[in-house]
């Protein structure tokens, strides 16, 4: 068995087993929950690893047949696109996991749908069928919705809630055609993405055929990664989440689109992403320029994050959008990042928000003084949105610029000026309204504590930690990361045969064809 | 000989009859228990329809041809089989609120299934008309069963008046393709059927036999009864209708489009196609507003329809088959649904959605299968109605590659299912939190209930987790229509 295997399997099977538990077994709940996520933490840390940067394909493989009439497969391996995405995945689960303290009702409940999101996550990322890809990520929706509702927080919740699903839906809908659309013009018959992008390598689809197809992926896609202009649901909906599925949508589940994209429409639609990629950069300067500009005028903490968060997605669009080896890696480097980047980000604000029971910057201030720890951590995750050199996130934003500048130079003049000023501005002045400045009465007379125990620190210094590691040495993902993508661009050739399908065949034909 | 081959039917008549026969000899404190008694005959018949005698294996024609006892007709007995032992149950656990006459309503239960049952095997105009007709009677029976209350009555008659119009069109469409080809069996219309394309009036035969077999199904225009007649009849009816009535007319469907006209069903891929996606909008957006469960169901079972128009308008084996899961799936979340409706509604008579306020307090059980279900009529993974979907969605998608038409087609689709997750959820929503869960007293489930409720879950985890076998049977299935 994959060890892949085991740490999808594993947090899903202790999912379905606390549904056999007693109500009132809370301590048991969140223990199950937290050893869970430990072990497929500690096998994903292991697997990462043992991963060999020099041995081509995937690793770690696993292939069952699962509807054979249909060419499905439960089929899971990693190369070095998703090996980082799969590490991301289990170190947030954990630290998702931790955090979950706040949660004082209902505990069995949400352990069961926390559980169960991590297992669709973690299977998303390790998946190599199309179908499996889909069928884990939305896995994850139900829980998703649920736990906002019950345990979110805000007047805005039950709005937010619906507008999530429904953005995510229809993401992922419109999504689903273009993958079965893939599926069948491929006329290849399986779901399988190794096989599909080793044929489709050879023998491409018609130009045409990819130009049609490549917007429903990219818009499909792009929703699911809360590309402008359908953005709107994402900082709304983490502002009223509870911390774990901030964390876990904002930091893994999201990048599900971004993977997509690398791994099924770049590689299986060069010649269609080559005709619509310029749409992208336009797009994508919208999410780091316009939702930049938004961030600066929240007032909300939370909002500020999710924001802040859209727009660092513009950077990853940007890499791919660029199709060269700097920019694409880039790309992978900065999911990674700015996923244990917003993961530690609504970690701290959730803590935050917890201690002091609001996140109005006008509220708050000079709170470094009472929570020196939380206060430390939270400026050095700011700094990082900035990106400031040490952490993961510069080595991944710079990578991309280099990439995108030999595409599209005037876009990397924008984006510099919307990621290096724009950021600066908001997030500096974050930290001097929140951390800095005068002491100002707590609300409600709240107790302002700092993260008492090693146990509460514990979710903050292990997303810190990785995210100072990849800072200081980026080898280590970009390593990984580089051949796989050399390999991925490698068919980024020209239409050599007319494919299967010819959409453009006029209604006429096809009639008389019947 | 070919009445072996109507052996399920007969047992099914029988045991209706014997039934009203039980219930002369059965103080009247025991009647409701003689549901037991029905569904575990039901189930036996079910259990039976897996044998030799009933099996033949290969198609075969009885009784002149007028019937025909093949693997399609067989998924759809065992089909209405499962729905009528579960509506049984539903039905014992309804009894209290039956006035009078419990053991007539299992029994015209039984006999609205030998009309289903029927109508799977009919290979001629006439015997889809009396099985049409069968069901369509007990139905309007069914429907007024609880005689004390005027919206119980009101659904009866409304469905009486517009479902003997229907019957009426039918009919009318039924002469003139007799008319026209001087024969109503299935196979020999077929014969002719590339003369009848060019035939006005067996055109227009067809187009009424296409009006009359709407109806059942609930597709645009002639779906007007339908939130009606869901909300005003017992919730056990409702349930048997929304399953057992719209799955047999889309077998008939099937059955006349592929078997008797299928150059016709070609020609009127664009008309199927407008119904389909003009069903699809009416139940998707006159749902949003609904605050009645029933009613809600209703309105989803008319978008479903729609999706399931979408299967029959390709015309083709995978969108048949893809109709034949979906409607599989579709049976195990519609009548847990009905199921949990039924037991909530018990002790208050509303059947508002706010009354599932503080529902996961009150039952677990009974709250994760009401989500369950609403979330696997919504489509998301791991449940049976997104493997459903998504064959349907990949049979279109199949076509769309010679008529780019269907790829708007799959966009109304997409806009109604994003539409049916809002209103799906919100019921899920109702369950888990809502402002006023005031009452918070348990509630009681009986244990056949719960077993009930318990196949509808594995029903609908089974063939959304392990769709490889369910892909099998229908594919071979709907192999035996004509493509």
Not at chain 1, 304 to 315: D, K, P, W
Not at chain 2, 237 to 242: E, P, Q, R, V, Y
Not at chain 2, 381 to 394: H, S
């Amino acid at each position: 068995m994959s060890p892949l295997t085991l740490i999808i399997f594993l947090p899903l099977v202790a999912a379905a087993g606390l549904a056999f538990l007693p109500r009132n077994y809370r301590f048991v709940a969140r223990l199950v929950a937290l050893m869970a996520t430990f072990v497929s933490l500690i096998v994903g840390l292991v697997t990462f690893a043992r991963f060999d940067a020099s041995q081509e394909g995937m690793q770690f493989v696993q292939k069952v047949a699962w509807v054979p009439s249909l060419g499905i497969h439960f089929h899971v391996g990693v190369d070095g696109i998703n090996i980082g995405l799969v590490l991301l995945a289990v170190i947030v689960a954990f630290a998702a996991a931790c955090v979950s303290w706040e949660i004082r009702e209902r505990e069995k409940e949400y352990y069961i749908l926390l559980l169960t999101m991590t297992g669709g996550i973690i299977g998303a990322f390790a998946s190599l069928d199309l179908f499996l890809f889909y069928f884990f990520h939305e896995l994850a929706l139900v829980p998703t919705f649920i736990m906002i509702g019950v345990w979110g927080r805000g007047a805005e919740k039950n709005y937010a809630t619906f507008k999530i699903t429904l953005y995510l839906s229809l993401g992922a809908l419109i999504a689903l055609i273009g993958l079965v659309a893939l599926y069948l013009n491929s006329g290849l018959g399986t779901f399988d993405m190794v096989e599909l992008a080793r044929q489709l390598k050879d023998r491409p689809l018609s130009a045409p055929t990819q130009r049609f197809i490549f917007p429903w992926l990219m818009f499909g896609f792009g929703i699911l990664v809360s590309l402008w202009p359908f953005h709107t649901w994402a900082p709304l909906g983490y502002a009223s989440a509870p911390t774990a599925v901030s964390m876990l949508h904002a930091g893994v589940l999201k990048k599900f689109g971004l993977y997509g994209l690398i791994r099924v429409a770049l590689p299986m639609l060069p010649v269609g992403a080559a005709s619509w990629l310029h749409w992208l950069v336009a797009l994508s300067l919208g999410n780091i320029l316009y939702c930049g500009l938004v961030a600066m005028r929240q007032k909300d903490l939370n909002l500020l994050i999710g924001n802040s968060s859209v727009a660092h997605m513009g950077f990853v669009f940007l890499g791919i959008a660029s199709f060269n080896l700097v920019g694409v890696t880039g790309a992978v480097m900065v999911m990674v990042a700015h996923g244990l980047l917003a993961a530690l980000s609504f970690a701290l604000t959730g803590y935050l928000y917890q201690t002091t029971k609001t996140l109005d910057m006008d509220r708050l201030g000079g709170l470094l003084r009472a929570m020196p720890f939380v206060g430390t951590v939270s400026i050095m995750a700011m700094l990082a949105g900035c990106g400031l050199p040490g952490f993961a996130n510069f080595t991944g934003e710079a990578m991309v610029l280099f990439g995108i500048w030999k595409v599209f130079p005037m876009a990397t003049v924008a984006a510099c000026w919307g990621g290096l000023v724009v950021g600066a501005v908001y997030m500096l002045r974050a930290v001097r309204a929140v951390w800095h400045g005068p002491a100002r009465e707590a609300v409600g007379g709240a107790e302002l504590v700092d993260a008492p125990h090693w146990w509460r620190k514990l979710p903050f210094v292990l997303l810190l930690a990785s995210l100072v590691l990849f800072g200081i040495v980026p080898r280590l993902l970009t390593d990984k990361i580089r051949p796989a993508v050399a390999r991925l661009l490698a068919g980024k050739n020209e239409p050599s045969r007319p494919s299967v399908a010819v959409i453009a065949a006029s209604r006429g034909e096809a009639v008389a064809a019947r | 000989m070919s009445v072996s081959y109507l052996f399920l039917e007969i047992m099914v008549v029988l045991t209706g009859l014997g039934l009203l026969l039980i219930d002369l000899w059965t103080p009247a404190v025991h009647k409701r228990r003689l549901g037991y008694a029905a569904a575990a005959v039901t189930a036996l018949i079910l259990a039976l329809s897996f044998s030799k005698m009933v099996d033949p294996g290969a198609p075969v024609h009885a009784f002149g041809g007028l019937f025909v006892q093949d693997a399609f007709a067989l998924f759809f007995k065992r089909f209405f089989l499962v729905a009528a032992v579960l509506v049984l149950l539903m039905e014992v656990e309804f009894a209290d609120r039956i006035p009078a006459g419990i053991t007539e309503y299992y029994a015209v239960t039984l006999f609205a299934l030998a009309g289903m049952m029927t109508a799977a095997s009919a290979n001629d105009f006439t015997l889809l008309f009396v099985a049409l007709e069968l069901m369509a009677v007990t139905f309007y029976v069914l429907a007024s069963f609880q005689r004390s209350r005027v919206a119980s009555l009101e659904a009866g008659v409304k469905y009486l008046i517009l479902g003997a119009l229907s019957s009426a069109i039918l009919v009318y469409g039924i002469a003139l393709i007799y008319g026209s080809t001087g024969t109503m069996n299935f196979t020999k219309i077929a014969e002719q059927s590339a003369r009848l394309k060019e035939s006005k009036i067996a055109v227009l035969g067809f187009l009424f036999v296409l009006v009359g077999l709407g109806f059942k199904v609930g597709v645009v225009p002639m779906q007007i009864w339908v939130p009606d007649v869901y909300q005003g009849a017992p919730t056990p009816t409702s349930a048997f209708l929304a399953v057992g009535s719209k799955a047999a007319g889309f077998a008939l469907l099937l059955r006349v489009l592929h078997g008797a006209a299928p150059e016709v069903a070609l020609s009127w891929e664009r008309l199927l196609m407008i119904l389909s996606g003009l069903t699809i909008l009416y139940g998707s957006l006159c749902a949003i507003p609904q605050r009645n469960l029933k009613r809600l169901l209703g309105y989803s079972s008319i978008a479903n329809a729609g999706y399931l128009f979408i299967g029959v308008s390709v015309g083709t084996l995978s969108g048949a088959s893809a109709v034949l899961y979906y409607l599989a799936g579709y049976l195990f979340a519609v009548v847990a649904a009905f199921f949990v409706i039924c037991v909530v509604s018990k002790t208050h008579d509303s059947e508002d959605i706010s009354e599932l306020a503080g529902l996961w307090n009150r039952s677990p059980l009974l709250a994760s299968v009401l989500s369950l279900s609403m979330v696997s009529l919504a489509g998301v993974p791991p449940l049976a109605g997104f493997f459903g979907k998504f064959l349907l969605l990949k049979a279109a998608a199949e076509q769309a590659v010679s008529y780019p038409g269907y790829y708007v087609l799959l966009s109304v689709a997409v806009v109604g299912v994003v539409i049916s997750v809002y209103y799906y959820f919100g019921v899920v929503r109702a369950i888990f939190w809502s402002r006023d869960d005031q009452e918070l007293s348990a509630i009681p489930i009986s244990r056949p209930v719960k077993a009930a409720l318990w196949v509808c879950v594995a029903g609908m985890v089974l063939l959304g987790v392990l769709p490889s076998w369910g892909v099998r049977v229908t594919a071979a299935a709907a192999g035996m229509l004509k493509f």
